[in-house]
C-alpha cells in the first residue's frame, strides 16, 4: 500500500501539540512523562522545521518561550475590564465584621434564619504583581500589566515565557476571555539569582517581589526566560461564561491547563463558615514560611457570581472580597555586636548578632547586613533596638533601628578596614557593593572555601569530603589547597583527629575507616570528571559554569588558556574585559601552575577528550593568531573559524600588530583591509588560504 509520509506541516502541528502537552504535565502539573533531553529533541527538531517553514510556524508555538524578541518600550493599552485592587485589613475583627456586613447584605436585614448560608471562597494573597491575560479562540494573545488600573502594559512577549502561562488551552474554553492572576518569583529562585550576584560582585536584590516585578519589565525577554517566574491565577472575566461561581471557574481554568491554587493541598478552600476563614487565616498564619513562594495574606471571596453582583463594587474595590494581610513578622532586639565573614572569593558580609528572639517561630540570633552601604544607611550601633524581619529570604534582616529605645551614647558602627581573617587591607572596587579581602591565597576562609568549591557536586564531585572534613584537615594542615587533594593517603586519615564546628562551638571528630575509603573513592572517581567542570573547580573568579564551557571549547586544553592573551579571551563568546582580566591574573601566579601540575600529576582532566574536540587537521597554523572577516565561498562563518582552529590557529575577534595572519572573504570593510596592511599583518584570499591548508 502507498504510504504518505507526514508533511512537515503536519509535523509542526504535531510538536507543537505534543511540546504543549509536555510542558503543562511539567510546570503545571508537576509530573512530567519525558526526560528534559527527550523533550529538547522534540524542541530542537520543531525549531528547525520553523527555520526551514517560517510561514508555518505557529503564533504560540513552544519555542517562542525561549524569548529572543527586545522591545523599545511597552506599549500603553486600556483593560477591558478595570484591574480593580482588594479592600484590606491587618484585624481579625474587621474579616468578621466584614463577613457579619456582608451575610446582612445578601439575606436583607434581619433575615436571621439564613445565615451562613452563603459561600467564600478562601485563597492565598500571592505577593507578586497582578497580570490580566486575553485568550482568543484558545490561544494568548495579549498580556498586560496592572498599571493604574485602567491602562496597562503590554508585556506579552515577556509572559510568553513563562511556562505555567499556557499559549495554547485544552478542552472546552469560551472562545474569548480575560484570566487574571499574580506573577511571581520562587524563593529558590530568588535565592540562586542572589548567591550568583553575590559571586559576581553585583548589588543583591531586595527581595522576590521587586526582582520579579524587575524582571516583568526587562527589555529582552530571553532575560525573562531565564529568570524562573511563575504564575497562580485568580479570576476570570468574560461575557456569558460557562460557570456561576468562582470556585467553578478555578476548576474550569485548571482543565484549561491553568496553575490554580486547586491543585495544592488547602491553597483554595470553600466555607460557609467565619470559623471556616479564620482556620484558613491561622492554618496559613503559620504554615506560609514553607511556602516556595511569598503570600502577603490570604484573600476572601464571595463564592457565587450572584452574590458578587448583588454586592457590587466600589470606585476601587469589589465590596464581595477583602484580603487579610498578614504583619510581616517583624520583632526588636538589641544589636550585640557585628562581625564579618569572609566567603570564598574574599567578599566580606557583616553580620549582626542579635539578642536571640522569636520570630516566625524560630529563634533569630543573627542577621545578614549586606554590605557598608547598608550598614551606613540603617546607621546602625551595638547597642541599639533593632527591628529585624523575615522576608523572603530565609536568613532575616535588619530593616531599621527602633526610635523609641535610643542608646543616648551611641557610637555609629564604621566599617572594617582590614581582613578580620588575615589582616589584609580592604578593597571595594568601583561599581561594586562589597569589599573584598584581596589576599586570595593568603586567607584561610577565602583556601578552604576554594576547596570546598573544588569538591562541590557541580565542579569534581568528590563524595564524602563535606565542608567540616575540608576545614578539618585544612586545620590539620594536610590540605593546604586543593591540589593537595591528591596527595592525601589513607594511612594519615585513618584515626585522624580533626577539629570541627565554628569556633565558639567546635568539637572533635576522628575520621572513621569506612569514611576514609569513602573518601579516596570520591577522589578517584573525580579524575574522570571532564575538562570543563576541573575549569570551573579551579575557582578562577568569574569563571562560572557557563564561561569554563566557553573556554575549555575554545582552547581545548589547560595549556592553551595559561598561554593565552586578552586578545585571544576576548575572541570567546561570553568573555569580556573583567573575566579576561581575571583568568590572566590566576595563571599569572605561580602557585596556580603548582597546582595545575599537581593536578597533571594525578590524572585529572586538562583537556577536552577527543570525543569533544574538533579533529586535528595540521599544525600549519600553530601558534598564530587569525583574523577572519567577510564572507566566504567554501565556509559558513563558524566552519572557517572551525577549520583555522583544526588547523592549530587561535580565532581572535580584532586586528592588532600582534595578529598572525588575516583571512579576506568577499565582502571584507576596507577599514580593515588598510589596517592589516599598515600593521604589516599578511592578509590572504580564501583560495590562497585553502592553498596553505593543503585543500
Ligand atoms: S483578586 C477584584 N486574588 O492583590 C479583585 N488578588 O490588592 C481582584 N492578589 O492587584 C483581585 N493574590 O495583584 C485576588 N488570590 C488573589 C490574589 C490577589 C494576590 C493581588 C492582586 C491585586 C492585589 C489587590
Known amino acids: 500500500m502507498y504510504f504518505r509520509p507526514m508533511s512537515d506541516q503536519a509535523r509542526i502541528q504535531e510538536l507543537v501539540v505534543q511540546l504543549n502537552e509536555h510542558n503543562h504535565r511539567y510546570y503545571v502539573l508537576n509530573n512530567p512523562t519525558i526526560s528534559d533531553y527527550a523533550f529538547d529533541q522534540l524542541l530542537q527538531e520543531l525549531q528547525a522545521l520553523e527555520q526551514q517553514y517560517p510561514q508555518w510556524a505557529l503564533p504560540n508555538s513552544p519555542t517562542k518561550r525561549v524569548g529572543g524578541d527586545i522591545t523599545d518600550r511597552f506599549e500603553k493599552v486600556k ?7 482588594l479592600s ?12 457579619s456586613r456582608a451575610t446582612k447584605l445578601l439575606t436583607g436585614s434581619g433575615d436571621l434564619f439564613s445565615n451562613h448560608l452563603h459561600e467564600f471562597a478562601l485563597e492565598l494573597k500571592y505577593d507578586g504583581l497582578a497580570i490580566s491575560l486575553s485568550y482568543e479562540n484558545g490561544q494568548l494573545v495579549r498580556a498586560l500589566t496592572r498599571g493604574d488600573g485602567e491602562v496597562g502594559e503590554d508585556i506579552t512577549v515577556n509572559a510568553r515565557t513563562i511556562r505555567s502561562i499556557p499559549l495554547q488551552l485544552r478542552g472546552n474554553f469560551p472562545e474569548r476571555f480575560e484570566i ?3 506573577v511571581f518569583m520562587p524563593k529558590d529562585v530568588f535565592e540562586r539569582i542572589n548567591a550568583e550576584r553575590s559571586e559576581a560582585g553585583e548589588e543583591l536584590y531586595a527581595n522576590p517581589r521587586n526582582t520579579a516585578a524587575g524582571t516583568l519589565k526587562q527589555q529582552d525577554s530571553a532575560e525573562v526566560a531565564k529568570r524562573g517566574l511563575d504564575c497562580f491565577l485568580y479570576a476570570v472575566l468574560g461575557d456569558n461564561l460557562p460557570f456561576s461561581s468562582h470556585a467553578d471557574a478555578m476548576q474550569a481554568a485548571m482543565d484549561w491547563g491553568f496553575k490554580t491554587p486547586l491543585a495544592f493541598p488547602r491553597y483554595f478552600e470553600v466555607t460557609r463558615s467565619v470559623q471556616g476563614i479564620m482556620d484558613f487565616i491561622a492554618h496559613w498564619d503559620i504554615q506560609r514560611h514553607h511556602l516556595p513562594f511569598d503570600i502577603d495574606g490570604i484573600v476572601i ?10 454586592l457590587g463594587l466600589t470606585a476601587k474595590s469589589p465590596r464581595w472580597a477583602i484580603a487579610y494581610k498578614f504583619k510581616s513578622e517583624s520583632a526588636s532586639t538589641p544589636l550585640l555586636d557585628m562581625t564579618y565573614q569572609v566567603g570564598r572569593t574574599g567578599a566580606i558580609t557583616p553580620v549582626a548578632h542579635l539578642q536571640p528572639v522569636v520570630l516566625a517561630g524560630t529563634t533569630v540570633k543573627r542577621a545578614s547586613v549586606h554590605n557598608a552601604d547598608q550598614i551606613r544607611k540603617l546607621d546602625l550601633a551595638i547597642g541599639d533596638c533593632v527591628f529585624v524581619e523575615k522576608g523572603g529570604e530565609i536568613i532575616p534582616k535588619i530593616t531599621g533601628v527602633d526610635p523609641t529605645a535610643a542608646n543616648p551614647h551611641r557610637v555609629p558602627i564604621v566599617f572594617i578596614e582590614h581582613c578580620p581573617e588575615c589582616g589584609s587591607a ?21 583556601r578552604i572555601g576554594k576547596i570546598e568549591h573544588f569538591v562541590s557536586r557541580k565542579a569534581m564531585n568528590m563524595d564524602g569530603l563535606g565542608s567540616e572534613t575540608v ?25 585522624l583527629e580533626l577539629t570541627v564546628g565554628a569556633e565558639d562551638d567546635s568539637k572533635k571528630r576522628s575520621l572513621q575507616k569506612k569514611s576514609v575509603d569513602n573518601l579516596m573513592a570520591g577522589i578517584e572517581q573525580s579524575k574522570a570528571v571532564p575538562f570543563e567542570r576541573v575549569l570551573f573547580a579551579l575557582g578562577i573568579r568569574f569563571v562560572g559554569e ?4 566557553k573556554l575549555a571549547k575554545a582552547f581545548v586544553s589547560i595549556d592553551a588558556i595559561a598561554q593565552a592573551n586578552m586578545e585571544s579571551l576576548l575572541a570567546v563568546d561570553e568573555v569580556g574585559e573583567k573575566i579576561a582580566a581575571s583568568v590572566l591574573a590566576w595563571f599569572e601566579r605561580q602557585e596556580h601552575r603548582d597546582w595545575i601540575e599537581q593536578l597533571r600529576a594525578a590524572g585529572v582532566q586538562l583537556e577536552l577528550d577527543a570525543s569533544q574536540q574538533p579533529a586535528a587537521e595540521s599544525n600549519v597554523l600553530a601558534g598564530k593568531t587569525v583574523v577572519v572577516s567577510g564572507v566566504f565561498e567554501h565556509f559558513s562563518r563558524d566552519g572557517i573559524k572551525a577549520s583555522v582552529e583544526a588547523n592549530g590557529g587561535q580565532i581572535v575577534g580584532s586586528i592588532s600588530k600582534k595578529t598572525g595572519l588575516v583571512i579576506a572573504g568577499d565582502k571584507m570593510g576596507p577599514e580593515k583591509k588598510k589596517k592589516a596592511e599598515d600593521l604589516g599583518v599578511p592578509v590572504l584570499s580564501e583560495n ?8
Not at 471571596?301 to 448583588?310: I, V
Open 79 to 85: 483593560h477591558q475590564y478595570p484591574m480593580l485592587s
Open 180 to 182: 487574571r492572576g499574580e
Open 688 to 695: 590562497e588560504y585553502l592553498r596553505l591548508i593543503g585543500k
Open 426 to 446: 580592604l578593597v571595594r572596587q568601583d561599581g561594586e557593593a562589597q569589599h573584598y579581602c584581596p589576599n586570595e591565597d593568603g586567607c584561610a576562609p577565602q
Open 88 to 99: 484590606n485589613t491587618y484585624s481579625r475583627e474587621e474579616i468578621m465584621e466584614w463577613e
Open 546 to 549: 557557563t564561561v569554563a564551557k
Open 471 to 495: 576545614s578539618g584537615l585544612y586545620g590539620a594542615g594536610l590540605l593546604p589547597n586543593y591540589a593537595a587533594i591528591y596527595s592525601l593517603k589513607p594511612e594519615q586519615l585513618i584515626g
Open 301 to 310: 471571596k464571595l463564592n457565587t457570581y450572584s452574590d458578587q453582583n448583588e
